[in-house]
């Protein structure tokens, strides 16, 4: 009977693995993932840049989610100017799994979805219809547009401070607005919060890399 149930196990044990790398098969060709030419720049990065991102990316501003992906991300490699072909693969890995559902990711064979598809979430975030992002499929316009609307947001925010002769720094007016953007509407009572994007950590990444991209910095 045990030796059944051994066997059983071993069988089970070769379905998963199986339909686990077919899942990951099937998610990478469905997105391309592992060819984001939309993030290729990045290699272009001096490494100050791209050390940014990085400390971004691993910050806790979400314990739950930081959990759940240590389940299958144990190691954080130090880098360098040595490594940083190997830093800036971290940093598009990393990017991808961010605007994923972090359970879904685990199906998925620990993917998340192409930066496109998260510029695209965070675009409707901040507020920007979907029906004008449908048509849209060019990273510079979808950058954009959510660039536009950022900095309209940001100057109507530092207008009301200005009203009230109040002194605000640049970077605080960006926090006023990722809390906004997080808290924002009962958007954390929603179950997609716990294991979704990390919006403040995804918001201000791709408010980042829209600026390194423009070289363009929004301030007042």
């Known amino acids: 009977m045990k030796e059944w149930l051994y066997l059983g196990a071993q069988f089970a044990a070769f379905c998963v693995e199986e339909g686990y790398e077919k899942i990951k098969e099937d998610w990478n060709k469905k997105f391309n993932i592992d060819n984001d030419n939309d993030l290729l720049f990045l290699y272009q990065l001096p490494f100050e840049d791209l050390k940014r991102l990085h400390n971004i990316l691993i ?11 240590g389940v299958v991300q144990k190691n954080i490699v130090e880098f360098d100017e040595s490594n940083v072909e190997d830093l800036v693969k971290f940093i598009i890995s990393e990017i991808h799994l961010l605007g994923g559902n972090t359970l879904v990711n685990l199906g998925r064979g620990n993917q998340g979805v192409t930066y496109k598809e998260i510029v695209k979430d965070v675009c409707e975030r901040i507020g920007i219809n979907k029906k ?4 849209k499929d060019d990273i510079k316009t979808l950058e954009l547009l959510f660039f536009k609307e950022f900095r309209q947001q940001f100057d109507k925010l530092k207008a ?5 002769n109040k002194s605000i720094t640049d970077d605080e007016i960006k926090e006023k607005l990722f809390d906004e953007y997080t808290n924002g ?10 294991t979704g994007p990390a919006w403040r950590k995804t918001i201000r990444i791709v408010l980042i890399i829209t600026e390194l991209r423009k070289n363009t910095v929004v301030q007042s």
């Open 59 to 69: 910050s806790e501003d979400n314990i739950f989610l930081d959990k759940i992906k």
């Open 160 to 164: 009301k401070y200005d009203l009230k």
């Open 185 to 194: 509407l009962l958007k954390t009572l929603l179950p997609n919060n716990l």
């Open 132 to 135: 004008e992002l449908k048509s």
